[in-house]
């Protein structure tokens, strides 16, 4: 069984989840895994085999979850983006890792809680946002503007998982006053963690890419690139006025915990960024931990610290349609 989160921890302190307790057996095949844990991450990560769908969900598509294109309004494809809950109520928007789809926030956009509107984005590359890959964050981040006053008036809550964390980070330090919370799950953030493989290079080539299915080759791309974008969002975490929470399993090896103690560091000390660390949890915290998570985005939607209002975007940003 898997502990859900007892409190909210105040904002600026760290609290530790423990690991469900094992049995002898269940200890020592663990123990025996755990040199195949790195291994088994990049495999589930690479081909999505063991990150099924909640079983709600086929049967929840196109009832009570939307399909939604919103113009990006810089002569880009459109973004896609599925849309659950109570258009006009408090905007969440969930950005997925690379790759990845919006899909993946099944679990989130059923059973949307009252007051809540979720908006799960397809990056631009991936699903229904078009073949064409943003490699930058700044880019990525004005690409998912658009979505920050869409369906509504208030600011919004960002939930941005793995690379989708520092997609996050840059739209809370790009748009301060459209961004009321954000909630980070298993996030990159450190650049000096970004080490790029030899086999990523040679996948980078043309005649490689050209090979690999169109997400992997996007996603190759952006990972390339995601140092140095990293490293222009270093200095601008201190100009982040939104609350952060942030989630990290402790047995991650895709985005290792490294990551927290640098965002702790580089985001503004007062109050300081919520911590939530989970013992023995891998990279894959929204199937895994989706009870806890949810939790946490409580707390970040509680923390009472949410702006009721923010600018509006160009009304030629926002012309949405099904």
Not at 27 to 51: D, H, K, M
Not at 223 to 252: F, K, S, Y
Not at 292 to 315: F, M, N, W, Y
């Amino acid at each position: 069984m898997i502990p859900d989160l007892p409190i909210c921890p105040p904002p600026g302190e760290t609290i530790v989840i423990p690991a469900p307790e094992q049995t002898l057996a269940e200890g020592a095949l663990g123990f025996v895994l755990e040199p195949f844990q790195p291994l088994r991450e990049q495999f589930s990560a690479i081909t999505g085999i063991g990150l099924e769908p909640d079983d709600a969900w086929p049967g929840e598509q196109g009832r009570t979850v939307r399909q939604m294109r919103l113009a990006r309004g810089d002569g880009q494809a459109q973004l896609g983006y599925l849309a659950a809950g109570q258009p006009g109520g408090r905007r969440v928007i969930f950005l997925h890792g690379s790759p990845g789809t919006a899909e993946e926030w099944d679990r989130f956009l059923l059973d949307v809680p009252v007051g809540q509107y979720h908006l799960a984005v397809d990056r631009p590359g991936f699903g229904a946002s078009g073949e064409e890959p943003e490699i930058d964050l700044a880019g990525q981040a004005a690409a998912v503007a658009p979505l920050l006053t869409a369906g509504g008036t208030g600011a919004a809550v960002l939930v941005g998982y793995s690379y989708g964390g520092p997609v996050a980070l840059r739209l809370a330090a790009d748009y301060p006053d459209r961004i009321a919370g954000v909630l980070l799950i298993g996030a990159a953030a450190d650049p000096a963690l970004e080490e790029t493989h030899p086999l990523q290079q040679l996948a980078a080539l043309d005649f490689f890419a050209g090979l690999l299915p169109t997400e992997l080759a996007n996603a190759n791309a952006e990972l390339m690139n995601l140092r140095p974008g990293l490293e222009e969002l270093t200095p601008d975490l201190a100009r982040i006025t939104a609350p952060v929470t942030i989630v990290q399993g402790l047995a991650d090896t895709l985005v290792p915990p490294e990551n927290v103690g640098f965002l702790q560091a580089h985001l503004p000390a007062s109050p300081g960024p919520r911590v939530i660390l989970i013992e023995e949890a891998d990279h894959f915290l929204p199937w895994t931990h989706a009870d806890l998570l949810r939790a946490a985005l409580g707390c970040v939607i509680g923390d009472g610290k949410l702006p009721s209002q923010s600018p509006e975007l160009p009304p030629s940003s926002l012309s949405e349609a099904k």
